[in-house]
């Protein structure tokens, strides 16, 4: 059972900066594709970015240009880099974790493994 720890949220203001980290447990963390989904109050939970073993990214288009997702296999993290915050990025982010090294487990909301959340509340 691979263990995911998210920190990093927090309450910021329209246009500030965040940086989410997720901690696993895995020892092969190397070779999994991660990611991260957010779920905002009464909506359903949407994909935000995912990163394969090999580093590639993927970003949903309502992110795109103002996040960036990056791995550090070294100290098994994902990292999200979210600039220019906007009011509607506010929600729980859930980092995810898949064996399968490519992508689309993390985009489709299919992964293996996830985290309880960090809460990220933009005020405006």
């Known amino acids: 059972q691979v263990q995911l720890v998210e920190s990093g949220g927090g309450l910021v203001q329209t246009g500030d900066s965040l940086r989410l980290s997720c901690a696993a447990s895995?020892?092969?963390?190397?070779?999994?594709?991660m990611g991260w989904h957010r779920q905002a109050p009464g909506k359903q939970r949407e994909y935000v970015a995912a990163i394969d073993s090999d580093g590639n990214t993927n970003y949903a288009d309502s992110v795109k240009g103002r996040f960036t997702i990056s791995r550090d296999n070294a100290k098994n993290t994902v990292n999200l880099q979210m600039n220019s915050l906007k009011s509607e990025d506010t929600g729980v982010y859930l980092c995810?974790?898949?064996?399968?090294?490519?992508?689309?487990?993390?985009?489709?909301?299919?992964?293996?493994?996830w985290g309880q959340g960090t809460q990220v509340t933009v005020s405006s």
């Open positions: 995810a974790a898949d064996p399968l090294p490519a992508r689309f487990r993390i985009v489709s909301g299919r992964a293996a493994y």
């Open positions: 895995e020892r092969t963390f190397s070779s999994y594709a």
